[in-house]
């Protein structure tokens, strides 16, 4: 696990972060960037990531820290996600990691998965509703997670990696 959390502070997915949560391997804190036109976009997720002791032949916990409006997300953070449970109802495989999950968890808000809703509401919204989804999602997107929303939160703690993403650290004070 040691030689995967350093690839991925070395070189992670584009638009995501992570790093060990008080010194510990087996829980993490990422950051996903909001995709680029959606009603995502300018908004830095926070989650948390529990890696269990059968890792990597379990799937690791993940849950929003930042409150998202989502089909796929419920309002408790729970993501549902395929890679994220085991056969035969998940698609989990060893030979997936942290960066792919990340990677996962971006490619989900750019596309949520209207046929597997964890918010039954929020999918028929989704659905037969598409603007008042879209007004909804970037209400909450920028009330929750924008830079001023988020300014006390902790960033990435690499500068570079910070500007390559994009992202802005918080100005003190």
């Not at 796929?72 to 495989?93: E, F, H, Y």
Request: net charge neutral; glycine share 6%.
């Amino acid at each position: 696990m040691a030689h995967e959390l350093k690839m991925l502070q070395r070189d992670p997915p584009p638009g995501v972060c992570a790093w060990p949560k008080a010194d510990r391997i087996d829980e993490l804190e990422a950051q996903v960037q909001g995709p680029k036109n959606t009603v995502y976009e300018g908004g830095i997720f926070r989650l948390s990531i529990h890696l269990p002791a059968r890792y990597p032949f379990e799937p690791p916990k993940v849950q929003f820290l930042t409150k998202v409006y989502h089909p796929n997300i419920d309002s408790g953070g729970r993501v549902c996600l395929d890679t994220l449970n085991m056969p035969p109802k998940g698609a989990w495989k060893p030979s997936l990691n942290i960066a792919a999950v990340l990677a996962s968890i971006g490619l989900l808000l750019a596309e949520p998965n209207a046929d597997d809703g964890l918010m039954t509401e929020i999918t028929d919204e989704f659905k037969h509703n598409p603007e008042l989804f879209d007004s909804k999602a970037r209400q909450m997107t920028a009330t929750h997670a924008t830079d001023q929303a988020s300014a006390s939160l902790p960033r990435c703690q690499d500068a570079d990696k910070v500007s390559r993403l994009g992202l802005k650290r918080p100005r003190p004070g």
